[in-house]
């Protein structure tokens, strides 16, 4: 019963997801120089993901917060995962690096926020209510696992339109594990 829930769900987001997205986020990962990645809590986990499937299909890719990120300038992209737009320290984030010259792209729940005001382009995954309470899938579960099934979706559309091998993917995976 609860895997159906949790399915069901996810399917009724994400075809409330506007279908351009995919081809569109796409493009802005294309046109950076460099792509730094953040979120708090599950939404970082969330990005984390993602950031490792775009090294493994040949971006330059850093997860904000880690110890070996480099600083952000202009021509690089920010990706903020934040199912409120809300959190301090994203808003902070966003602020700097706007400031410096990087485009600011949100992945929200919500198309107006304080950091959807600041970025140059918003995804909203779903409709807001669709995140009203959900039994059996508390607090931001709903967000983070529609934002991983989006984010997975378009990692799939950027191997097929770009016609990365999975060997070649492969290759690109850390090997001291």
Partial sequence: M???LVVEKIK??????KESYDQKLTYLL???GRIFISGAGRSKLVGNFFAMRLMHGGYDVSVVGEIVTPSIKDGDLLIIISGSGETEQLISFTKKAKKLGADIILISARSNSTIGDL????FQI??????EKVKGMPMGTVFE???LAFLESTVSHIIHDKGIEEEVMRSRHANLE
């Fill in 2 to 4: 609860h895997k159906q």
């Fill in 12 to 17: 009724d987001i994400l075809n409330s997801t």
């Fill in 30 to 32: 294309d046109r950076a």
């Fill in 119 to 122: 970025a140059d382009a918003v």
């Fill in 126 to 131: 779903g409709k807001p209510e669709q995140y």
């Fill in 145 to 147: 696992l529609s934002t």
